[in-house]
């Protein structure tokens, strides 16, 4: 069980990623500018959940693949997995330290400057299906960083557009 549990789905709909997105987009705002800096649990938690399980352990991620996107009138859009999970591990990254920074050091606009990263990055992924962490995981395959055998059918999409 543990292992169908830490798996991260491949693909992955577009759809349901640029919905997440756009949650993370409204915590973002509501940290940012409602002075809500208690979303930065959910919001780090969230990330993390879904950089272990994808939707699996995500309360956000769960609302938007068993409500949201089936009551659309949307196709799903088949994507590959590990850019968008490289993505996630990126607004893990982001969030955890923001909440380090807000909670454990008292460092609130440092916290803010890197959700105002995250704010961007996520309305760039919900707004026009643009992930900067599919970009990143895309150079990092055509210089070798990460190896081809890491997402098959990402090969052709380390040269071409990663959408």
Same mark, same amino acid.
Request: net charge positive.
């Given at each position: 069980?543990?292992s169908?549990l830490?798996r991260?789905?491949?693909?992955v ?5 640029r919905?997440?997105?756009?949650g993370?987009v409204?915590?973002a ?8 800096m208690w +979303?930065l !649990?959910?919001l780090a938690?969230?990330? *993390?959940?879904?950089v272990l399980? /994808?939707?699996t352990l995500?309360p956000?991620g769960?609302?938007v693949?068993r409500v949201?996107?089936p009551?659309?009138?949307v ?5 590959p997995?590990p850019?968008k999970?490289?993505a996630?591990?990126?607004g893990?990254?982001?969030?955890v330290?923001?909440l380090?920074l807000?909670?454990?050091l008292?460092?609130?606009g440092a ?6 990263? +995250?704010? !961007?990055a996520?309305t760039?992924?919900? *707004?026009f299906?643009?992930?900067? /962490? ?5 150079l990092?395959m055509?210089w070798g960083?990460?190896p081809?055998s ?6 052709n999409?380390?040269?071409?557009d990663?959408r």
């Amino acid at each position: 069980m543990v292992s169908t549990l830490f798996r991260f789905p491949n693909p992955v709909n577009e759809v349901s990623a640029r919905l997440v997105a756009g949650g993370v987009v409204l915590m973002a705002l509501g940290a940012l500018l409602g002075g809500q800096m208690w +979303l930065l !649990v959910p919001l780090a938690y969230g990330f *993390v959940a879904r950089v272990l399980t /994808g939707p699996t352990l995500s309360p956000l991620g769960q609302l938007v693949t068993r409500v949201v996107t089936p009551r659309l009138d949307v196709a799903p859009k088949p994507v590959p997995g590990p850019p968008k999970r490289f993505a996630q591990g990126i607004g893990a990254a982001i969030s955890v330290t923001a909440l380090i920074l807000h909670v454990g050091l008292g460092l609130t606009g440092a916290a803010q400057s890197l959700l105002a990263i +995250l704010l !961007v990055a996520a309305t760039l992924e919900s *707004v026009f299906a643009y992930c900067i /962490g599919c970009r990143v995981f895309a150079l990092l395959m055509r210089w070798g960083v990460i190896p081809a055998s890491v997402c098959e059918s990402c090969n052709n999409l380390a040269v071409a557009d990663t959408r």
